[in-house]
T-cell receptor, first 110, second 115 residues
Framework: LAKTTQPISMDSYEGQEVNITCSHN???????ITWYQQFPSQGPRFIIQ???TKVTNEVASLFIPADRKSSTLSLPRVSLSDTAVYYC???????????FGSGTQLTVLP | DVKVTQSSRYLVKRTGEKVFLECVQD?????MFWYRQDPGLGLRLIYF???????EKGDIPEGYSVSREKKERFSLILESASTNQTSMYLC??????????????FGPGTRLTVL
C-alpha cells in the first residue's frame, strides 16, 4: 500500500505558480497518482491524474519523474480562490488501496 | 454532472443514540464509499460498497455498519454513537473498479457532533 507524504501547509501570493510535491516511495507498478482539491465545508473534487511523465489540463499540470517515487502538482498563476487543501492519492484498481494522506493546506495571499 | 447528496449538513446526537447518515448518487455508479475526516488525519475509509447488498470494510470500520439496498443509496449507521465519532463524514461514488485510479465524486459532507 503506497503511503504518501506531503507538506502540511504552503503559502503563496496571487499570480505565482505553486508546486506541491507528494512523495510515494513504495508506489506499485499499476498505481496511478491522483490529486484532489477540497474547499472548506465541501467534499474533495478531482483535479488531475497521471501515471508517468507529464499531464496537463485546464486547471493544473502533474509532473511525474521516471522513477515515479514522487509527483508534483503545479498550479499556474494562483488566485485567492485556489486556497484549499490538496490531497495526493496513489493506488490502482482496488478500493482497499484508498488512502488519502493528510493533505497540503495551500493559502494564497493577496 | 455527477451529484452526490447527503441527508444532513449538520447533525447533533447524544451518546448511545443510533445514527443514520444517508447518501444518494444520481449517476448509476457501481461503487460508493464512506469516509470520515478529522483534522491532521486526512480522509479515512470506513466502508465501501461495489454493488447492491455488497460491502467491504475499509481502514476504520469499528463502531460503524452500512447498508446498500438500492444502487443509488448508501447508508452509514452508528449503532451506538460515541463522542469519538464526532467528525466530518463524507460520502463518495465512482463508476468503475472503485480503486484510487477511479475518479471519486464526493458529497458535501455531514458534520456530526456527538454529545
Amino acid at each position: 500500500l503506497a503511503k504518501t507524504t506531503q507538506p502540511i501547509s504552503m503559502d503563496s501570493y496571487e499570480g505565482q505558480e505553486v508546486n506541491i510535491t507528494c512523495s510515494h516511495n513504495n508506489i506499485a507498478t499499476n498505481d496511478y497518482i491522483t490529486w484532489y482539491q477540497q474547499f472548506p465545508s465541501q467534499g474533495p473534487r478531482f483535479i488531475i491524474q497521471g501515471y508517468k511523465t507529464k499531464v496537463t489540463n485546464e486547471v493544473a499540470s502533474l509532473f511525474i519523474p521516471a522513477d515515479r517515487k514522487s509527483s508534483t502538482l503545479s498550479l499556474p498563476r494562483v488566485s485567492l480562490s485556489d486556497t484549499a487543501v490538496y490531497y495526493c492519492l496513489v493506488g490502482a484498481g482496488s478500493a482497499r488501496q484508498l488512502t488519502f494522506g493528510s493533505g497540503t493546506q495551500l493559502t494564497v495571499l493577496p | 454532472d455527477v451529484k452526490v447528496t447527503q441527508s444532513s449538513r449538520y447533525l447533533v446526537k447524544r451518546t448511545g443514540e443510533k445514527v443514520f447518515l444517508e447518501c444518494v448518487q444520481d449517476m448509476d455508479h457501481e461503487n460508493m464509499f464512506w469516509y470520515r475526516q478529522d483534522p491532521g488525519l486526512g480522509l479515512r475509509l470506513i466502508y465501501f460498497s461495489y454493488d447492491v447488498k455488497m460491502k467491504e470494510k475499509g481502514d476504520i470500520p469499528e463502531g460503524y455498519s452500512v447498508s446498500r439496498e438500492k444502487k443509488e443509496r448508501f447508508s452509514l449507521i452508528l449503532e451506538s454513537a460515541s463522542t469519538n465519532q464526532t467528525s466530518m463524514y463524507l460520502c463518495a461514488s465512482s463508476e468503475h473498479r472503485g480503486g484510487a485510479s477511479d475518479t471519486q465524486y464526493f458529497g458535501p459532507g455531514t458534520r456530526l457532533t456527538v454529545l
